[in-house]
């Protein structure tokens, strides 16, 4: 538990991220597609085959929208450090991702990216952290994305007045409320299985925590083996939702919101349903083996496939 008396909110949100880089190639955006099951199922499918080849050339693939996700974990390599707020690293839980898509993404790129601290709540025996990166393509200066990554750290909380609990948000609370699943039929599902190598997969693409590759390390966190990273599962999400309603148009896709509600262990079947609500589509992943929902959000869309 935090100290409330070393806690000071102006030091605090005067605070200064440093401001980073981010470089990715082809190769990167090949490999990340593939890390979140493109072409796994079918290696010709023209609708995921444009994610990691071109007839004329690899500049010309394109990338997936959850590609973004990577910046924000190359915009804090080395944690999160703010004055006044302790946290053991190793109970860290990534708990949403918002993504804001502003233009379709190259497929290599060296990127600017500007952090802020867009919330932190005090919940008692957790803080509730919410870090903002805005990705600007180096060369034109234009913005590409905008990421949001909320993280529950544990043990972290009680660092203000308990009468009083610090919260503060720097964009209306409801842009990310929660996300409610209609009680109709859905308007579409997406089976898909994951590799039992998958998480060893993706972590190529940059998140190395042991916990998806080292059996001892999965253990100690109370798991029976390695899981998958909540944002590969995401990306099959994604990408569900692109393949059943976006006639495999990546460019469709607006903003992205996902809540992660459970671990996935690499080679168990994931079932995406979907439903439309005008130009939302709210959406839930459950792993079809324990019957459990691992996964809720929405996509918001520029419009939608003519033949829906």
């Not at 209609?182 to 299985?193: G, I, R, T, W």
Request: glycine content about 8%.
């Amino acid at each position: 538990m935090a100290d409330s008396s070393s806690f000071d909110s102006d030091r605090l949100l005067a605070h200064k991220f440093p401001e980073t880089e981010y470089t990715y190639t082809e190769r990167d955006a090949a490999l990340y597609a593939l890390g979140v099951g493109a072409c796994a199922r079918d290696a010709t499918d023209a609708d995921e085959l444009k994610y990691v080849y071109h007839e004329n050339g690899q500049q010309f693939i394109q990338v997936l929208p959850t590609f973004a996700a990577l910046f924000s974990l190359g915009s804090l390599p080395n944690g999160v450090h703010l004055p006044g707020l302790e946290y053991d690293p190793r109970l860290m839980l990534h708990g949403q991702q918002f993504i804001e898509i502003y233009k379709p993404f190259p497929s290599n790129a060296r990127l600017h990216n500007k952090v802020s601290l867009a919330g932190l709540h005090d919940k008692g025996k957790a803080a509730i952290l919410e870090i903002e990166t805005r990705s600007y393509e180096k060369e034109s200066g234009e913005l590409l994305c905008m990421n949001r990554t909320t993280v529950y750290l544990r043990g972290a909380g009680g660092f203000s007045d308990p009468s009083q609990p610090y919260s503060y948000s720097s964009y209306p609370t409801n842009q990310v409320s929660g996300v409610k699943i209609p009680k109709v039929q859905p308007f579409a599902v997406f089976e898909d299985f994951t590799q039992p190598s998958q998480a060893l997969l993706y972590r190529l693409s940059g998140d190395y925590n042991p916990l998806h590759s080292d059996p001892m390390v999965a253990k100690v966190a109370g798991f029976s083996r390695p899981i998958l990273h909540g944002l590969c599962t995401l990306g099959f999400a994604v990408r569900a939702i692109i393949k059943s309603l976006c006639r495999g148009d990546p460019n469709m896709v607006k903003s992205i919101f996902g809540r992660f509600l459970l671990h996935v262990f690499p080679g168990e079947t994931l079932v995406t349903e979907m439903w439309l609500e005008g130009l939302r589509v709210i959406y839930q992943a459950t792993v079809k083996e324990r019957n459990r929902t691992v996964l809720s959000g929405y996509v918001d869309l520029h419009g939608l496939a003519s033949s829906l």
